[in-house]
């Protein structure tokens, strides 16, 4: 059974770039058709979808956050990383991967990671 | 992009009621909708996909319904453990993702 662990940088000073990495176990993201994603959720507020990518290379990104956001995979590690720049306190959020499950347009988020608090303070 | 709404942003119902949560997409989505249930400290968790299957484990008081626009999260029987956030989810738009903006369902 697939499983997703986010790491944990916890605090992230304003302005600086938040990097996040999402490990799987239990397959190899490099052999499985799926997408891998990013999501966070505001306190207070509700789910935001980030980006995707796949282990191809095909990567896709919210359009809000395009002009900051960086989703890479590396396949050695089983691992699939986010990178946001230039953060603010509007980014502090707990950070979620996923995998894709189904087969486009019929899709879903299935599983999840347990999510990491990400505080952007100085 | 596709827009999600839900109504009602947060309701309050007693153990045993029959609760009903509705989502509405900007366009017309087909069925490609899906529905979560989230609570605090924990991952949000998949309940229906294509708008009324019930996901493997996911209780069977649990149900969705809806095409098009339209759509419906329906609770059965309230259980204690079912106080919770719900969000609904459109695929249609793929790759491009997008969520309503929560149901807080809390105890009366």
């Known amino acids: 059974q697939v499983q997703l662990q986010e790491s944990a940088p916890g605090l992230v000073k304003p302005s600086q770039t938040l990097s996040l990495a999402c490990t799987v176990s239990g397959g190899s993201i490099s052999n499985a058709p799926y997408y891998w994603h990013w999501l966070r959720h505001h306190p207070g507020k509700g789910l935001e979808w980030i980006g995707s990518?796949?282990?191809?290379?095909?990567?896709f990104y919210t359009p809000s956050l395009k002009s900051r956001v960086t989703i890479s995979v590396d396949t050695s590690k089983n691992q699939f990383s986010l990178n946001l720049n230039s953060v603010t306190a509007a980014d502090t959020a707990v950070y979620y991967c996923a995998r894709e499950g189904g087969a486009p347009p019929e899709s879903w988020f299935d599983p999840w990671g347990q999510g990491t608090l990400v505080t952007v303070s100085s | 992009d596709i827009q999600m709404t839900q109504s009602p942003s947060s309701l309050s119902a007693s153990v045993g009621e029959r609760v009903s949560i509705t989502c509405r997409a900007s366009?017309?989505?087909?069925?490609?909708l899906n529905w979560y249930q989230h609570k605090p400290g924990k991952a949000p968790k998949l309940l229906i996909y294509?708008?009324?299957f019930l996901q493997s484990g996911a209780p069977s008081r649990f149900s969705g319904s809806g095409a098009g626009t339209d759509f419906t999260l329906t609770i059965s029987s309230l259980q204690p453990e079912d106080f919770a956030t719900y969000y609904c989810q459109q695929s249609y738009g793929t790759p491009l993702f997008t969520f309503g903006p929560g149901t807080k369902v809390d105890i009366k």
């Open positions: 294509g708008a009324s």
């Open positions: 990518i796949h282990h191809s290379g095909s990567i």
């Open positions: 366009q017309s989505i087909g069925t490609y």
